[in-house]
Structures are given as C-alpha cells and as structure tokens.
C-alpha cells in the first residue's frame, strides 16, 4: 500500500521525523510550508491526507479536497478542523492524545504550586528591593488546609491528581463522562466552583463549555481562590477573568492557554494582578515533541492502510455513516 501525505504547517523547520514514521507504512510525507485558507486545497494537491497544527480546516477546504482520507491535528483538540464537514466527506480526524500526559500534568502541577505559594509575587518583591515587605503575600494558606477541584479527570486529570493529592487535604472532580480514581470525590460542577481553593481546568473545548468559566462561576469561587488552565483556551472568558482579578474576586490565576495567542495588548488579561501566563509550553519537553510528530504520521499512514489506529477522533460517526 502506498499513500502521501502532506504537512500543511506544522513549522518544524522539516519533515524528517514524519517521513521516517510513514515510511515503514509505505506512505510518503512531503513539507508544504505554512499555508492557510484556500491555498491549503493547493498546496495538498492530490495527497491522500494532511498534517495541520495551527491551521483552521474549514468545510470549504474540505469540500474542495476532494482526494482526503484522513486530516491529521498535531496535538490533543481538533477545534480547528470542521468535524462534521470532515465526517460528511469521510475523511478519518485523527489526533494524538497520549503524547504529553506528563508534560501537561506537570506544568499544572508547577502552576498550581507557583500561585498558591506566590512564587511571582515574591519574586517581584526581592527584584524592586523590597526583601522584608513578605507580608504583602498574604494570605497563604498550606495546602493540607485546602481542597483542589479538577474540571475533567481523563489522562492528564488523572495525571494532576497523582502529583497533587499527597499536597491537598482534600480532592475533589466533575467530569460527567467517567468516574474519578479512588480518594477523590465526585461532585457537581457548581459546587466544585464554590468548595475549591484551587480549580484546575482539565477538558476539551466544544460548544458546551466554551466559556465555561464565565463571571457566575468566577463569582461563585472563594476570595482566595485560584484558576488553572492548561487545556484551551476557550474554556475561559478571559474579559470576566480580568475584571475578577482587577477586583480582588478571586486570589489569582495561572495560564498556559488564551482564546487568542499570542494576545493583544488591549486584551483585558493584559496587566491583571496575580496572574501568571505561559506561552503554550505545557505539551513540550524535547521528547514529547517527537513523540507527537511520530505518532501521528504513523497513525495516519496506518489508516491509510487500512490498520487498526487508536485515536480516530470521529470514528463512531464515519462508521455510523
């Protein structure tokens, strides 16, 4: 079986990687540089399949690819590809979810860690000279004293709970799809807000929770309370998020995520006291980026193969077709 592949704009600086993976399928993969838009359908040509990162892949796209089997997403959400369109023309969605379950679970670690215990602020305190003025840090509580609420248990969930439980006196989950590990509790969305010291964001960005965390929710959290997203972006309305900030609502929040990246300078987070914001960097360390890449040529090809591949995102609809 022979197949081709093309990488859209994944900006790696080549396709090494991809074609080393493919090859052992018979699949080839060739570089087509970074292209958005219509000059996506072109630059695919005849290709069996593509490779995208950032790129949006839209129903006209998809319509006007006409040779597409399977569209492959560099990373865990697949917002930026048009499913159903996908689906429609049957054309396989595939994602690579398993690649930095540890990464991202420890950057949520660290950010949970650097916000209760104020890591910035302190920092900020010895820069400007002012060593003994620690007490503008206050409060801070230790965290065998306070309860972390997680919003989705899945891998990287479940991964957050083994690094953070023997920290917190208690812990506590919503996620209406699966049961959480043994020594959390289920509980429901509201009162998760509202009993949480630390509310760490853990679940994929869809219709239903685009703005999950709305100002009723942020209203609804402690005073001293923290927000953790390592997710995406949307989950978030980060124009409520700052105006809480601003207003002391809640004790702080930290980012990896935003509804726009790299933001604007008016974006309403810009400036927002006790806020840490990362650039995107909780799936990398230099192995993970590997691993992505492998795998999701590999599984590409794979299905161009007609095998077997774990992480099919729309595989129910396109069999229910």
């Not at 930095?100 to 890591?119: D, G, I, P, Q």
């Not at 602020?121 to 965290?143: F, I, S, Y």
Request: with cysteine; aromatic share 4%.
């Amino acid at each position: 079986m022979s197949g081709r592949i093309v990488v859209i704009d994944a900006s790696f600086g080549s396709v090494d990687v991809e074609a080393e993976a493919a090859a052992a399928y018979g699949v080839t993969i060739e570089g087509a540089g970074d292209v958005l838009g219509p000059a996506i359908v072109e630059a695919a040509g005849t290709a069996d399949g593509v490779l995208v990162r950032y790129g949006r892949i839209d129903a006209d796209v998809i319509a006007g690819s006409t040779g597409w089997r399977v569209i492959g997403r560099y990373g865990v959400g697949v917002d930026n590809i048009d499913l159903e369109a996908a689906t429609a023309h049957g054309i396989a969605v595939v994602n690579v979810p398993d690649y930095c379950v540890e990464e991202v679970a420890e950057h949520a670690a660290a950010l949970v860690l650097a916000s209760t215990r104020k890591l910035p602020q302190a920092q900020k305190l010895v820069d400007t000279g002012r060593w003994n003025d620690w007490e503008e840090l206050r409060p801070v509580r230790p965290l065998s004293a306070c309860t972390l609420g997680l919003v989705g248990i899945g891998r990287i969930g479940g991964e957050v709970v083994r690094l953070l439980a023997p920290f917190f006196g208690r812990v506590i989950a919503f996620d209406p799809a699966q049961a959480p590990p043994a020594g959390v509790e289920q509980v429901g969305l509201d009162e998760l807000f509202a009993e949480a010291d630390v509310v760490s964001l853990h679940c994929p960005l869809t219709p239903s929770t685009q703005n999950l965390v709305d100002a009723a929710k942020l209203a609804a959290m402690k005073p001293d309370s923290v927000l953790v997203n390592v997710s995406r972006g949307g989950l978030v309305d980060t124009a409520a998020l700052g105006d809480a900030l601003r207003a002391g609502a809640i004790g702080g929040a930290a980012l990896d995520v935003l509804p726009q990246e790299p933001p604007d300078p008016d974006d309403p987070l810009v400036g927002a006291p006790n806020l840490i914001v990362t650039n995107h960097i909780a799936w990398y360390s230099d192995a993970a980026l590997v691993t992505l890449r492998r795998l999701l040529a590999a599984r590409c090809s794979a299905y161009l193969n007609g095998e077997p591949v774990p992480s099919i995102v729309n595989a129910r609809e396109l069999a229910a077709r």
